[in-house]
């Protein structure tokens, strides 16, 4: 079994910043994620790939909507990927989802991922 259990989120103006977390745990966890991601949805809209790294290598790959000012890192001994998200415009706003799976791809937003977290909504004002 894997899980993914997210945290943070929650409402900022336009210009703020918010952090979320993700936490994977589960027997499964180390045989069947190599890559943990921060993907979004808004309504009547494509998921989007925000954010993710791979835990063996430690490389980062972002979407070019949020190059700058989003960070994801990883904490392997916590086995927790962060968010930390800056300069927040209302375009941000989406409902955010932490997932994971086995990739190979240099291209691991445009993957679907195997295992899903809990959403956390973003709402920015402007």
């Known amino acids: 079994q894997v899980q993914l259990v997210t945290s943070g989120g929650g409402s900022v103006q336009a210009g703020g910043s918010l952090n979320l977390s993700c936490v994977l745990s589960g027997y499964l966890a180390n045989a069947n994620v190599n890559f943990m991601g921060w993907f979004r949805q808004v309504p009547y809209k494509a998921r989007e790939g925000v954010a993710g790294?791979?835990?063996?290598?430690?490389?980062?790959y972002y979407a070019d909507s949020v190059k700058g000012r989003f960070a994801v890192s990883l904490n392997i001994a916590k086995d927790t990927m962060s968010l930390q998200m800056k300069s927040l415009q209302p375009e941000d706003a989406a409902m955010y989802y932490c997932?994971?799976?086995?990739?190979?791809?240099?291209?691991?937003?445009?993957?679907?991922?195997?295992?899903w977290g809990q959403g956390t909504q973003v709402t920015v004002s402007s």
């Open positions: 997932a994971a799976g086995w990739f190979t791809s240099n291209l691991p937003l445009l993957e679907s991922p195997r295992y």
């Open positions: 790294v791979y835990r063996t290598t430690g490389s980062s």
